[in-house]
């Protein structure tokens, strides 16, 4: 394996505001890896400097060994992007529009081709303004691939999209992987990152906060499962919070979570204090925590508002 | 050049689908002539030995390279750069003078069509007898053209947003229109505002255009208003060029 993507010491100001403070991460070949973390913590900013759309203040940017900030032009070959917001001509045909992509680079993936793995076949004489949400989503990505890049980057690949179209476009970035790819994707759904990226940064207030495989990241938070016990009624509650559980325990209302990496163990002693109060649970679930467990630990704060 | 090629393309696709283009740069210029035609017929005016058709004919194709030339151009560049259609090429090897080049051909393509369309309905519709020569009528179509696309680039370099765009663009073409003699003759201006009228860009095309495509007149003759004109498409096109913004 080798690097594709190299990022050390990224810093870029607006104004009074740190938009990225001191970023360094790198990406192997075949990786995808997801930039995880709310609105505003400047995962936009950071891939469109490796892109080339911004200069940082300071920092360095390898892509595929070249050095990307001083020869942005070289690189423009190698990578695909997906911007946040794609605009296109309004008034130019699905088809027209990847053939013209198409005409840019030396290479192309032929528009038919294209077009049968982000499924607008049928869309391909429609005017782009005429698009969903889903389809105007697949042909950004149709058109971030029309050059086979090898380093492709998607910003916010799914933002705004039904689960449905959110599915369709999991699957195209899977198939990416599968053909080889090394994919950069932002985003703020933790589910999306769990899903398809084998490592992920996340980014908070400009800063890479955490970086590792999701599960590992789990486990590093010692938040390995969670047991979510809701409408537990006073005694109980205060019975549960004295019985000096292995793990950590959040109230909310009268809801509580365990954090915990003796799942098993916590449920047997709930289970038994409830009992023995002759108390029945409403509803008792154990699930694996997740990265928006991990923001909150990470943060004290929510991943989505 | 193959890549100009199929950016001149793409630039004429697009603009045979947006119909205020058409409207504005087609259909509006040909609706004036034809008006004209119909209320003048015959018509002399006492101040110049033409008929009034003939007279006005010249400041319709004025109208119609400001259509393409600042119109067209200022609200279509913002309003593309504004949507980050710039911006989203900017990541492809596609280089940023292609895309320029491209609307510059496409453009200059417009106005000659226009210029034609023009002449012929003059000619077959109202009889007006075109005097000039084609390689000189063509030199100074070339010159309004340069002259207006320098001036709508210059817009975009002053104007953010597309909305402001439309406004300001179509401002610009109606003081143009109406204070360079297009809808009456400078003439029947008060002197103050027919100094005025006569320093502006319309005015000086007016009548360059109407002494070489009507009465075949040489540059000697019409240095001053050249000059004008000249004067114009260079300090534009250096503005222009100082103020531009890709984003």
Not at chain 1, 109 to 126: F, M, R, Y
Not at chain 1, 193 to 217: H, N, T, W
Not at chain 2, 79 to 108: C, D, F, M, N
Request: one cysteine or more.
């Amino acid at each position: 394996m080798s690097t594709v993507v190299e990022v050390k010491d990224l810093t870029k100001r607006y104004g009074n505001l740190i938009a990225v403070d001191g970023v360094s991460f790198s990406v192997e070949e075949g990786e995808v890896f997801g930039v995880l973390g709310p609105n505003g913590a400047g995962k936009t900013t950071t891939v469109e400097i490796i892109e080339g759309l911004r200069k940082p203040d300071s920092g360095e940017v390898r892509v595929c060994g070249i050095d990307a900030l001083r020869e942005p032009a070289r690189i423009k070959d190698l990578i695909g992007v997906q911007l946040q917001a794609t605009s296109l001509y309004d008034r130019i045909r699905v088809k027209e529009a990847v053939d013209l992509f198409g005409g840019y680079y030396r290479k192309a993936i032929p528009t038919a081709t294209l077009l049968e793995e982000v499924s607008l076949t049928d869309k391909q004489g429609s005017y782009v303004d005429g698009l969903s949400g889903g389809q105007r989503q697949r042909l950004a990505l149709a058109l971030a691939l029309v050059n086979d890049p090898g380093v492709v980057f998607l910003d916010e690949p799914t933002t705004g999209l039904d689960p449905q179209a959110r599915r369709n476009v999991w699957s195209i970035v899977r198939s990416l992987q599968e053909r080889g790819k090394t994919v950069i994707l932002t985003t703020h759904y933790m589910e999306e990152a769990e899903q398809l990226c084998g490592r992920v940064a996340i980014m908070d207030l400009g800063k890479v906060i955490a970086l590792d495989r999701p599960s590992a990241l789990v486990a590093a938070a010692g938040l390995q499962s969670t047991i979510e016990l809701t409408a537990v009624p006073e005694t109980l509650r205060s019975a549960l919070v004295e019985a000096d559980l292995p793990g950590r325990i959040s109230e909310d209302g009268d809801q509580m979570l365990v954090y915990t990496a003796k799942p098993s163990h916590v449920l047997k002693e709930v289970t038994r204090i409830a009992a023995d109060r002759d108390i029945d649970l409403e509803s008792i679930s154990v699930r694996r925590a997740t990265l928006e467990d991990v923001f909150l630990a990470l943060t004290g704060k929510q991943l989505r508002e | 050049m193959k890549i100009l090629g199929r950016q001149v393309m793409l630039e004429m696709r697009l603009f045979l689908r947006r119909k205020d283009d058409l409207f504005w740069t087609v259909a509006f210029p040909v609706f004036f002539i034809v008006l004209f035609g119909l209320i003048y017929g015959d018509m002399q005016w006492d101040f110049v030995d033409l008929r009034a058709i003939e007279y006005i004919m010249p400041g319709i194709v004025v109208m119609a390279l400001m259509t393409s030339g600042i119109m067209a151009t200022a609200s279509g560049f913002v309003e593309e750069r504004e949507r980050g259609i710039y911006r989203r090429l900017s990541l492809t090897p596609l280089k940023r003078h292609t895309i320029l080049g491209g609307q510059l051909v496409q453009r200059y393509i417009v106005i000659l069509v226009q210029t034609a369309l023009l002449l012929v309905v003059g000619v077959l519709a109202f009889n007006i007898s075109i005097q000039g020569n084609p390689l000189w009528v063509w030199l100074v179509v070339t010159l309004g053209a340069l002259c207006f696309l320098s001036i709508g680039f210059l817009l975009t370099g002053l104007i953010k947003t597309a909305r402001a765009a439309n406004g300001i663009s179509m401002v610009v073409f109606f003081m143009l229109m109406f204070l360079g003699g297009i809808f009456f003759p400078t003439e029947m201006m008060p002197d103050f505002l027919r100094t005025f009228s006569g320093v502006l860009p319309s005015t000086s095309l007016n009548d360059v255009f109407r002494a070489v495509i009507i009465m075949d007149l040489g540059a000697g003759e019409i240095w001053r208003e050249l000059l004008i004109a000249g004067g114009w498409s260079v300090g534009s096109l250096l503005v222009a060029v100082r103020l531009f913004r890709w984003e």
